[in-house]
């Protein structure tokens, strides 16, 4: 009995090191390709137009706190605070430009308006919505796509696709339907497969926190702007609880915070592979790859 046991542990601790080090690998092979990093432009410029989710699912911090998103629950994104953001970005900007930010962005009810603003600033642009698919119909859907819209990503973590079913039940015409993406699709039990599950920098109870920083890059500084409903931009789309701000939207032109030494500081930190700051020091997001 103690010899199965014994048994089963070393396998698991071998699996383990192994995944260990093809992580490490990775993650040495994504640091390299930042050597030469150009922080003229992040590719991502998320934006968080209202501070609030409609689910509680049980790996992210969303309706886990009181004092997330700079104690701003329910709060919307002041939108002359959005237009200026949209116009501090270049015309011709053409990486990914994000209205939401750790949330339900459908809780929005101003976002085909939101949308159609940045589309015609940002012509370039490719314009994206991640939601949970709750609130999803086939107007909306429309609004989405003719203001401007490039995709529609939805992920659907009920156990059964219902959320999937039901909109693939519309029946929207095609150029429509091709602008939609469902994720987790073959991973309906994204609990169990544990695929992205992460502690979110520690801002999710009851995930363990690695005792000591990890020797570990993190890409997330030098590819994602992220902006929160009050203009602060945080230093990563983990800090839900917006820990370290790198500036104010609506203070500074964001590409200038996007240039600013406290970024400069941090990211030569992780190129070093060293994580022994406030938050990262928390975190055991692999460091590359999706969120
Ligand atoms: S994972 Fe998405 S849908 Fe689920 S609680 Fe978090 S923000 Fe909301
Ligand atoms: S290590 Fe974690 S907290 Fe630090 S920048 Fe990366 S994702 Fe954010």
Known sequence: MIGEIYQDYSKWMVKKFKLMRLRNH?????????KNFNREMPKIIQTQTIASCNFNCSWCPANKHKDLYNNGMG??????????????????????????????PLLDKRLPELIRFARKNLPEA?????????????QNIIEFIDAGANRIAISDYTQKKTIKKRILGLELAEDYSKKLKFWWDKNPQYEKTGINIHNRAGNVPSFPIPE??????????????????DGSVVLCCQDWKFKII??????????????????DEIRKNLMNFNRDMPLCRYCDFCGFGIK
Do not use: Q
Request: some cysteine; charged content about 30%.
């Open 75 to 104: 709060k919307l994104m002041d939108e002359k605070l959005f237009k200026k953001i949209v116009r501090d970005i270049p015309k011709d900007f053409s990486g990914d430009f994000l209205p939401f930010l750790m949330n339900e």
């Open 246 to 263: 790198m500036g104010d939207a609506k203070k500074e032109n964001i590409l200038k915070i996007w240039k600013n030494s406290k970024y």
């Open 126 to 138: 490719h314009i994206r919505i991640n939601t949970n698919g709750s609130l999803l119909t086939r």
């Open 26 to 34: 990775l993650n040495k092979r994504e640091a390299s390709k930042y």
């Open 212 to 229: 000591t920083p990890l020797r570990l890059f993190c890409n997330k500084p030098f590819i994602e702007l992220p902006i929160g409903w």
